[in-house]
């Protein structure tokens, strides 16, 4: 088998950052309607102010992140090295493909453009 590398697709970072936006949006108006504020709305400009400022801040740094796939390992950042005969289970999570080990480590692939054929490839590696 040939190696394989895994990288950021742009647009489902920014699709992941929109549903967080979303989800900030919505609990910062529900803690300040919990809270008796009569200004409510002001958490939804909160929560999108704070996921947009954080998906700029790690745009370069996420997108630039790589995996490869080889003959008998997952290599990853941080110098990730994961031997193919110690993947317990893959799976997908939205746009993110999760790579959990026999001892119970997990890994996050982050913003696959197609989470599902990155998970089938690295499968039917291990296999």
Do not use: C
């Not at 489902?12 to 919990?34: E, F, K, Q, T, V």
């Not at 999108?48 to 390992?73: C, F, K």
């Amino acid at each position: 088998m040939a190696m394989t590398t895994f990288t950021p697709d742009r647009r489902a970072y920014i699709r992941s950052h929109a549903w967080m936006a979303a989800l900030a949006m919505a609990a910062g108006m529900a803690i300040l309607w919990a809270m008796g504020n009569p200004h409510v709305w002001t958490g939804a400009i909160g929560g999108l102010a704070a996921i947009i400022l954080r998906g700029w801040y790690l745009m370069s740094e996420d997108l630039a992140v790589t995996w490869t796939l080889s003959d008998t390992g997952l290599t990853g950042p941080a110098e990730r090295n994961i031997p193919l005969t110690q993947i317990k289970r893959v799976r997908t999570m939205g746009s993110y493909v999760q790579v959990v080990t026999k001892s119970g480590d997990k890994h996050l692939i982050k913003y696959q453009a197609e989470p599902a054929a990155t998970s089938r490839i690295i499968e039917s590696a291990r296999r």
